[in-house]
């Protein structure tokens, strides 16, 4: 089974920065994809940022500029870096990866919460 491990979450003043982690462990053949979504109440889950397994990028409209993924495959792990954050950052953010395991699966952690106020 595969597990992924959020860390970095918490309270950060507007302007301020976080970095999140996402350590995936378990019965890993290969990771495609790994990346960020966040769910804000009331809202629905949206694209924060993905990255692929050579360093291709996509990031949400809101978030571009701002936030960047990086991954260390050596250690399967994703980083998002969080500069000039929002208010409306403020979300519980979701670490997805699409993990050959053995057949391609696509996992889900459980959640960080960022939480962006004065």
């Known amino acids: 089974q595969v597990q992924l491990a959020e860390f970095g979450g918490g309270l950060v003043q507007p302007g301020g920065s976080l970095r999140l982690s996402c350590a995936a462990s378990g019965s890993i053949f290969f990771i495609y994809i790994m990346g960020w979504y966040r769910q804000a109440p009331g809202k629905q889950r949206e694209l924060v940022a993905v990255i692929t397994s050579n360093s291709g990028t996509n990031y949400g409209d809101s978030v571009k500029g701002r936030f960047t993924i990086s991954r260390d495959n050596a250690k399967n792990t994703v980083y998002l870096q969080m500069n000039s954050l929002k208010v409306e950052d403020t979300a519980v953010y979701y670490c997805?990866?699409?993990?050959?395991?053995?057949?391609?699966?696509?996992?889900w952690g459980q959640g960080t919460q960022v939480t962006v106020s004065s």
């Open positions: 997805n990866a699409a993990i050959q395991s053995p057949g391609r699966t696509e996992f």
